[in-house]
């Protein structure tokens, strides 16, 4: 629900656009001059286009999956699982920072996430979209994941429900579709004003297809409102149960190093961790290049930093927590995976993962830090590495070194490997470059609202 004209106007959160002059008529002309403008700025361009090559070069590498088989990735007996968990894991939690700022804040009132919870939600879409590749590609008969489904067939087969696989299937579907329907509703009427600005036909008759016939008045408000809190509240456990349901992935297991009762929580936290990393590292960027300074302040950059800070610490929490309970529990097989993690062929991605989500955060403690763009860009930079690094630590250390000695291996990825990672990269980049041009990045009847201090609709 948009937030009330009494909390509008209190002066204890971030300080409203019409604090600085700002009027309903140069909000609108700003956020919707970007996609209705008549020429395209080259760096979007530029942008795009080499974000489409890495399309290209997923396409590509999906093509000669289908042709050769998982035996062109890295992935082999003892190491089953490879980039695709560990890209699969990173993706889904890159998404949570959208649910968090745009479900969580809204039902706690938190003013601030007006400038950045449409781009969040699009983040968020994108990022679910380049994750479901990864389990589907990794089936080894991806054109027969429909199997996944719980369909009655004439053979009166099901899924086996208690594979982490189909959990999977299920949180990642729910998840996607319910943070669609949020953005979706979300956008409505700003279409609808983009419909009315609009200058050329197509872009008319497409705004006006998409905004459903908006009018403003106050029974579509009234709908509006009543949809959009009530997919907030079903959103709002989403951000817990789809990344706990992932930690259950590794938990349910046997092995060393995974099964722990602290990963549901510990991946939760690190989802939202790398969430906002991924926000900042965006948002820093493109605020300056489409001049967004007075909507997306220092102020809201400080309070994302804060937020990434105490989720930080949260993750470091169990980080040692697993180091202690493997020592508290006394089993040969946990201590030898923690000192192997530490000491093992793979000890400098280990480190560097501490260096990255452990150290480089501490510089938050900084009011400076938190409010200058270049430094905040790099802390939030290493975090989003940082947070790969313990996904591969977590998936590849406790599998490359199993009970048995004579199993032992070394996961090494291959080309195709790391072209499918960067492909993905490529997808997401191309996707949100096409959202900053066609739809609009910040949400106009909210802010709006808060230049106005009354109820949208009132």
């Given at each position: 629900m948009i ?12 300080p409203s656009?019409?604090l600085?002059?700002?009027t309903l008529?140069?909000v609108t002309t700003?956020v919707?001059g970007?996609?209705?403008a008549?020429r395209t700025?080259?760096f ?14 997923l396409?590509?590498s999906?093509?000669?999956?289908f042709?050769?088989g998982?035996?062109i990735?890295?992935i ?5 699982w490879?980039f695709?968990?560990?890209n699969f894991?990173?993706w889904i939690g ?5 649910t968090?700022i745009?479900?969580i804040?809204l039902?706690?009132?938190q ?5 950045i919870?449409?781009?969040?939600e699009?983040?968020?879409?994108f ?5 479901a590749l990864?389990?589907?590609l990794?089936?080894?008969?991806p054109?027969f994941?429909?199997w996944l489904?719980?369909y009655p067939?004439?053979m009166g087969?099901w ?5 982490p696989?189909?959990w999977?299937v299920?949180?990642?579907s729910?998840y996607?579709?319910v943070?669609l ?5 979300g956008l ?6 983009l ?7 197509w872009?008319h008759?497409?705004y006006?297809?998409l905004s459903l ?7 579509h408000?009234?709908h509006?409102?009543?949809?959009y ?24 297991a046997i ?6 009762t602290?990963?549901p ?14 926000v900042l590292t965006l948002?820093?960027?493109?605020r ?14 400080e309070?994302?930093?804060?937020v990434m ?5 949260i993750?470091?929490?169990?980080y ?9 529990v006394?089993?040969v097989y946990d201590r030898?995976?923690t ?8 000890a400098?991605?280990?480190?560097s993962?501490?260096a ?5 955060p501490q510089a938050l ?5 938190r409010?200058?763009p270049v430094?905040l860009f ?5 975090i ?5 690094l ?5 998936v590849v250390t406790?599998l ?9 291996g070394m ?8 072209s499918?990672?960067?492909g ?6 191309a996707l949100?470059?096409l959202?900053l041009r066609?739809?609009?990045?910040i949400s106009m009847s ?7 201090g009354?109820?949208?609709g009132t």
């Amino acid at each position: 629900m948009i937030p009330s004209a009494s909390s509008l106007t209190t002066a204890s959160d971030v300080p409203s656009p019409a604090l600085a002059g700002e009027t309903l008529e140069s909000v609108t002309t700003r956020v919707s001059g970007i996609p209705l403008a008549r020429r395209t700025p080259r760096f979007w361009w530029v942008g795009f286009l080499t974000a489409f090559l890495g399309v290209l070069a997923l396409c590509a590498s999906i093509g000669w999956l289908f042709v050769r088989g998982l035996g062109i990735w890295g992935i082999a007996m003892p190491v089953a699982w490879g980039f695709a968990i560990v890209n699969f894991v990173w993706w889904i939690g890159i998404g949570h920072a959208g649910t968090f700022i745009s479900a969580i804040l809204l039902l706690l009132h938190q003013r601030w996430r007006t400038s950045i919870s449409r781009f969040t939600e699009a983040m968020t879409l994108f990022a679910v979209a380049c994750a479901a590749l990864y389990p589907i590609l990794h089936l080894g008969r991806p054109q027969f994941f429909y199997w996944l489904l719980p369909y009655p067939d004439t053979m009166g087969l099901w899924p086996q429900f208690r594979s982490p696989l189909v959990w999977d299937v299920f949180a990642v579907s729910t998840y996607g579709t319910v943070s669609l329907l949020f953005w979706y509703i979300g956008l409505v009427p700003d279409l609808a004003t983009l419909r009315d600005r609009a200058e050329h036909r197509w872009q008319h008759r497409l705004y006006g297809l998409l905004s459903l016939g908006w009018r403003g008045d106050a029974r579509h408000w009234a709908h509006y409102e009543r949809l959009y809190v009530t997919l907030a509240g079903l959103a709002t456990p989403l951000v817990v149960s789809v990344h706990s349901i992932v930690g259950l992935d590794f938990a349910v297991a046997i092995l060393p190093g995974w099964h722990s009762t602290i990963f549901p929580p510990y991946f939760v936290a690190g989802a939202i961790y790398s969430g906002f990393a991924m926000v900042l590292t965006l948002v820093i960027p493109l605020r300056r290049l489409y001049h967004l300074e007075t909507d997306i302040t220092d102020r809201h950059l400080e309070l994302m930093a804060k937020v990434m800070m105490a989720m930080g610490w949260i993750v470091a929490y169990g980080y040692f927590a697993e180091i202690f309970e493997a020592w508290r529990v006394g089993d040969v097989y946990d201590r030898f995976m923690t000192v192997n993690r530490m000491t093992g062929p793979y000890a400098a991605v280990f480190w560097s993962l501490m260096a990255c989500n452990i150290l480089a955060p501490q510089a938050l403690w900084f009011g400076r830090v938190r409010r200058n763009p270049v430094p905040l860009f790099v802390v939030a930079l290493l975090i989003n590495v940082g947070m790969w690094l313990e996904r591969f630590v977590i998936v590849v250390t406790s599998l490359h070194r199993d009970y048995l000695p004579s199993s032992w291996g070394m996961y090494r990825p291959t080309f195709w490997d790391w072209s499918t990672f960067l492909g993905t990269m490529g997808l997401f980049l191309a996707l949100l470059f096409l959202f900053l041009r066609l739809l609009p990045a910040i949400s106009m009847s909210e802010m709006r609202a808060l230049v106005s201090g009354k109820e949208p609709g009132t």
